[in-house]
């Protein structure tokens, strides 16, 4: 076993807490890699998969857990997740609380998963990624403001974007023209639930060999919290501002560079989304009684 913890997130007791739990479960000396950020966990990560890790303990939040992921993708390693972060999307898809004792549990005597996983840009990602809106929201909710005020992060962001102006974009899914127009926001999903608890693929499955695809024409105020009434209610689909599809290979190209985001981690600009599914790329560790 090895664990790769971002040493400034919190959780219960801590690392401290951690430790002990695992001794007790008969885990002594594993090992134990600490980063002050999110991005020095991949090197980690891959070096556990090199010293033979067959199970990796991830302590962290979304970015913490996205960049581990990206690291392990298609090894034999599987990964179980301490939720240490303010949103903590693929643990919250999973049935993993937010709750020290539990997750450890999980990690030990869990049941082991294969999902897909997308890969886009370069980058492996577990629930969802976007650009315009999403990636907006996502890059205005800091850490340290997420630090302050956890959740309702998320909702001062998205005030603050409901206005921003659409940017024209094509959308091709699996080599077929599907969107052509403007758009406000597009999102890509392997699981139906985002950053923030918000349902935005209707029966999305992530191990179903594909991703999902959605673009909101949604402008102003009044249009987006009709979108994401009809979101929050699970009807997505029937918002006259969302279109869905679904396919294994998605691009996008945009008029002009907008901001993107991969798995709650924003990741600046980009003129271009060129993203795959990857079947049965990642191993995690859910519940016992996970029958999903």
């Not at 430790?19 to 980690?44: I, Y």
């Not at 023209?177 to 403007?182: A, C, I, L, M, V």
């Not at 985002?194 to 673009?215: K, S």
């Not at 294994?248 to 798995?263: H, N, T, V, W």
């Amino acid at each position: 076993m090895a664990v790769v913890a971002h040493r400034k997130k919190s959780l219960a007791g801590g690392l401290g807490e951690l430790r002990e739990r695992l001794a007790a479960e008969g885990v002594r000396d594993p090992l134990w890699f600490e980063v002050n950020k999110s991005r020095k966990a991949v090197k980690k990560a891959r070096r556990a998969v090199k010293e033979g890790a067959e199970l990796i303990v991830v302590w962290g939040g979304d970015g913490m857990v996205q960049r581990c992921v990206d690291a392990v993708a298609g090894s034999a390693a599987t990964i179980a997740i301490m939720p240490a972060g303010t949103a903590n999307a693929l643990a919250g898809n999973l049935g993993i609380p937010r709750d020290l004792a539990a997750a450890v549990q999980i990690a030990v005597h869990g049941r082991t998963r294969r999902l897909d996983l997308g890969k886009l840009n370069g980058e492996h990602f577990a629930v969802m990624a976007g650009a315009g809106f999403d990636g907006a929201l996502i890059g205005d909710a800091g850490r340290k403001l997420k630090g302050r005020i956890g959740r309702l992060a998320y909702v001062l962001s998205a005030v603050r974007h409901v206005r921003d102006d659409p940017t024209p974009v094509t959308i091709r899914v699996d080599g077929t023209t599907w969107f052509t127009g403007d758009a406000t926001c597009v999102l890509l999903g392997n699981f139906g639930t985002m950053t923030g608890d918000i349902d935005a693929f209707d029966g999305a499955q992530p191990d179903d060999g594909c991703l999902e695809v959605g673009v909101s024409t949604a402008r102003g105020a009044f249009q987006w919290a009709r979108t994401l009434g009809r979101m929050a209610a699970g009807r997505s689909e029937k918002s006259p501002f969302v279109r869905t599809a679904r396919g294994r290979k998605i691009e996008a190209r945009f008029d002009e560079p907008i901001l993107y985001e991969l798995d709650g981690g924003a990741r600046g600009t980009t003129a271009r989304l060129k993203a795959r599914v990857v079947p049965g790329g990642l191993s995690v560790r859910v519940p016992a009684a996970d029958s999903a």
